[in-house]
């Protein structure tokens, strides 16, 4: 079956509150925080397009709305369709809250909307069995772990395990040639409120189908950003800065001041009498002056002065004056640290 063919419907689940990340998530969805230039949700979209995906079915949620309006301006060429999930039930339901606008007799790829990955995404969509990506992790009680034999065929899959058997965690790209199966065990599932910590799971559901005999591949990511902390967010905007040092040129004036390889800078923002970089994100619209920024993500429409920032994430519309610190502040915030009058 050829790759155009195969690849023409996916659901991302985009319905997450992101707790991890607030301050920032309380007024701004995860998926939309810009890393090296772009918001995570984009580079999610890019590589789905540039693998012929064309029809796209999200699953939103908390600020869903948001991410419809990105979506519709940003890419009106897809086949965008929106599906809310109501309440807040797991992966397993937020995939099933989607059957509806899937066609079950062709391929389905999921993938989580937090995540990044590096891997042959043609391989996996050209392979003959349905193939979930995983990679190797320290500690994986946090995710969904799969037990692989010599032959790189998964024989189990289990979410969240007390005592694992693997280290090896599912990472959020599953392509699934069975999607009907998919849907049928998703329901079961539910009907028979099978939950792990009270939500329906994905993994249970792929579980179900392996007992039925569905045969599932292994394929061993390179890299996996699971960007839903600071710290890793931060990381992955560096990783990518240094991939594409040039990739993410805009619009924007500098006055008096050093601009230091690998960063992004947004359309017109205006950067005077200040050192940037490296590993700066820069948000359109930005205005920083006096200040030192490094190793930082900041947000559009914000204005620093008089600042020294290392492995920083600054929300958008915040002012910022006189400080020297690490910070994680969210949008809409006016500080003032300059000490006395």
């Keep these: 079956m050829a790759l155009k063919q195969q690849l023409m419907q996916v659901i991302i689940p985009v319905a997450g509150a992101g707790t991890r990340l607030r ?4 007024t701004q969805p995860k998926v939309l925080m810009a890393v090296a230039g772009k918001p995570i949700l984009a580079y999610i979209i890019d590589e789905l397009l540039k693998n012929d995906v064309k029809r796209f079915v999200f699953v939103i949620g908390y600020l869903g709305d948001k991410i419809k309006e990105y979506v519709e301006l940003h890419y009106p060429e897809i086949d965008a369709h929106f599906v809310e999930q109501a309440t807040r039930e797991g992966l397993g339901h937020a995939v099933y809250c989607a059957h509806n606008l899937i066609d ?6 999921i993938q989580l909307g937090d995540t990044i990955l590096d891997a042959d995404f043609k391989t996996i969509l050209n392979a003959t069995h349905s193939t979930l990506c995983v990679k190797k992790v320290e500690d994986p009680r946090s995710f969904g772990v799969a037990e692989i034999n010599d032959n790189d065929i ?5 979410e969240k395990p007390t005592i694992p058997k693997s280290n090896m965690a599912l990472v959020g790209f599953y392509f699934i040639r069975e999607t009907h199966q998919l849907f049928d065990a998703l329901a079961k599932n539910i009907a028979e409120n099978t ?18 005999g569905v045969v599932f591949k292994s394929y061993k990511v390179e890299h996996w950003f699971d960007v839903g902390k600071k710290e890793i967010l931060l990381e992955t905007n560096e990783i990518l800065l240094k991939r594409n040092p040039a990739a993410f040129s805009a619009d924007f004036k500098v006055e008096h001041s050093t601009i230091i390889a690998p960063c992004s800078i ?12 490296p590993f700066a994100t820069i948000g359109e619209n930005a205005e920083i002056n006096f200040s030192v920024i490094k190793n930082s993500i900041i947000g559009n429409f914000t204005k620093l002065e008089n600042v020294v920032l290392n492995k920083s994430l600054i929300g958008s519309d915040t002012i910022i004056t006189g400080l020297s610190q690490s910070l994680n502040i969210g949008d809409n915030t006016e500080l003032d640290l300059r000490g006395g009058k």
């Excluded at 301050?23 to 309380?26: A, D, E, F, L, S």
């Design 23 to 26: 301050p920032h998530t309380y």
């Design 104 to 109: 079950s007799s062709k391929p389905l790829i």
């Design 154 to 158: 998964i024989i189990k899959v289990v």
């Design 195 to 212: 939950r792990v910590n009270n939500e329906f799971t994905l993994t249970d559901g792929l579980q179900r189908m392996i007992g039925e």
């Design 266 to 277: 947004g359309k017109n923002a205006k950067i005077r009498n200040s050192v940037i970089g």
